[in-house]
């Protein structure tokens, strides 16, 4: 058996990846084990917002949204590359909230978090040149406030790459099968890919694994926390970008939910979400009929072209861990995250997470050391607010898209472009010395190349088509079926090894 590290976190979510980095950092020795991929769950299936949450306001969740504001500003400045800011349009209807709640919620929304550099909000008479593009005519007001889109698992992955660089060890593929207290540390057994299990020691252990919270907890010998999770499942569409400009739209349904058209990945709305209660994860595996007719409903009732069901091209589900707080509408379970920590007489502690939002994984990481610092005297303070995720060193996104599109005249625009958004400042070692497209290799489609999957299977843990295609990138998105079938070929033939793109 090995030396005994610091921290064992189970979980490759942002929650546990955001722990990884902040322990890293601070000086902690920190092993991460993901039984996937690196934002294989939760942390890919969100709506891909950086937001305060205008409707848990209505839910008194002040706390939680004055947190997420904050953030939203902090998180902008750590990668300005994957999170961007993002004007959305609330079409006023009558039946609906009265305009006087929804002005005091917005002017809420712009100074509970403090200062903000997004622009502000305000109300808006249509027909307006730019924000009632796609509604129906009928439609006579509205409001614009801002928000940010986050490519949510590749935040994970940048997570995870800042840890892994301050030291931390990431085992993907590796699960958690079990843990117990042995002689004042953590004895904790793992499983990698191969099946074969070893046997690690840590001074504490993280549970952040998401949905499978309880399931982690069951395999841990004497544990005392007794608090249980609310799965609710949510899921989303996409289609064909239901309007010209670069707006997202939050509209509001008579059941009291709203749903959010947002734009995506340039061609494409994504339109979400549900709340559907779930005994278990395999229950929330895809969507089902029923929630693609619910959220056509509830874009149709404003759109002035419907969409039908032929309209969606993709789509995908997820499940909410949120703590159980005994709300009976899976609606109003609360967003907000709670931390618990058992521990044997001062010593060896087990610290769960329950709940919690990408918005607020940083602040999560931050309060989990705080619980933690009893049990390591000499660590260091809070740190993360103040350094750029990797990439996200560079101050303004646009002067430094621009630059790197002159930096490669000889390279599809396209492609700069979206190696820029992928990965920063990073670009540049993604692209290299390249001249031109056959310095990059085979061109896969939609602007992946050889080069840039090599990368990602080298520094970002990629291993299987699916991680490249739907979290690393979203390039499965754009290309044909014959093209993510060849890729796939091509990363079979890779990870076979004649090639050593990792
Ligand atoms: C539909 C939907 C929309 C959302 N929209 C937003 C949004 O717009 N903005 C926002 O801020 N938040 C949003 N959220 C919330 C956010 O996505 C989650 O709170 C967050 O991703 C949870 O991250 P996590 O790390 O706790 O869990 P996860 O991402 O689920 O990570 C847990 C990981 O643990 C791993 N694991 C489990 N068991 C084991 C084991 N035995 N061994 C090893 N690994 C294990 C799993 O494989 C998994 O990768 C949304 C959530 C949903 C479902």
Request: net charge neutral.
């Amino acid at each position: 058996m090995g030396p005994v590290s610091d921290l064992l976190i189970v979980g490759g979510g942002i929650n546990g990846a955001g722990i990884a980095r902040d322990a890293a950092g601070r000086g902690l020795a920190v092993t991460l084990v993901e039984q996937s991929d690196l934002a294989s769950a939760t942390s890919s299936w969100s709506s891909k917002l950086i937001h305060g949450g205008l409707r848990y306001l209505e839910q008194y969740e002040f706390r939680l949204v004055r947190e997420a504001l904050r953030e939203r500003e902090v998180l902008l400045r750590l990668a300005p590359h994957i999170i961007r800011p993002l004007l959305f349009v609330l079409p006023h209807d009558a039946s609906m909230r009265p305009v006087w709640m929804i002005r005091a919620g917005l002017w809420l929304y712009d100074h509970l978090g403090g200062p903000i550099s997004l622009p502000g909000s305000k109300a808006v008479s249509f027909p307006h040149l730019e924000f009632s593009a796609g509604l129906k005519g009928g439609i006579r007001r509205g409001f614009v406030y801002s928000d940010c889109r986050v490519d949510d698992s590749r935040l994970t992955v940048v997570n995870a790459m800042s840890a892994r660089e301050k030291g931390a060890t990431i085992l993907t593929r590796t699960r958690f099968e079990g843990a117990r207290r042995v002689e004042g540390a953590w004895e904790a057994t793992l499983a990698g890919a191969d099946g074969v299990a070893r046997t690690v020691r840590a001074k504490a252990l993280v549970n952040a694994a998401g949905p499978w919270v309880v399931d982690v907890l069951d395999r841990i010998q004497g544990d005392r926390i007794t608090d249980r999770v609310r799965l609710v499942k949510g899921s989303h569409i996409i289609v064909p970008k239901v309007h010209s400009q670069g707006h997202a739209l939050i509209l509001q349904n008579p059941d009291k939910r709203v749903v959010f058209v947002i734009p995506y990945e340039q061609r494409f709305s994504l339109i979400g979400t549900t709340d559907v209660p779930v005994a278990n994860i395999e229950e929330a595996a895809r969507i089902t009929p029923g929630e693609v007719e619910y959220l056509l409903a509830a874009v149709n009732r404003f759109l002035a072209r419907p969409l039908a069901a032929s309209d969606v091209v993709s789509s995908y589900a997820g499940v909410r861990p949120l703590y159980d707080d005994g709300s009976d509408n899976p609606s109003e379970v609360t967003r907000d995250y709670v931390l618990k920590v058992d521990h044997e007489q001062g010593h060896v502690p087990l610290l769960t997470l329950f709940g919690g939002k990408i918005t607020t994984y940083r602040r999560l990481a931050e309060e989990s050391l705080a619980k933690l610092a009893p049990f390591f005297p000499g660590m260091k303070g809070d740190w993360t607010a103040g350094e750029p995720l990797p990439g996200g060193d560079v101050a303004h996104f646009n002067g430094f898209r621009d630059e790197m599109r002159a930096r490669y005249p000889g390279l599809p625009r396209d492609l700069v472009e979206g190696v820029v958004r992928r990965h920063g400042s990073r670009a540049v070692r993604v692209l290299g010395e390249a001249g031109c497209l056959a310095d990059l290799g085979i061109s896969f489609g939609a602007g992946l190349t050889q080069r840039e999957a090599e990368y990602l299977v080298a520094e970002e843990w990629a291993a299987t088509a699916e991680d490249i295609l739907w979290r690393r990138t979203k390039c499965g998105l754009h290309m044909t079926p014959g093209e993510t079938d060849a890729f796939a070929a091509w990363m079979g033939e890779a990870r076979r090894g004649s090639r050593s793109p990792g």
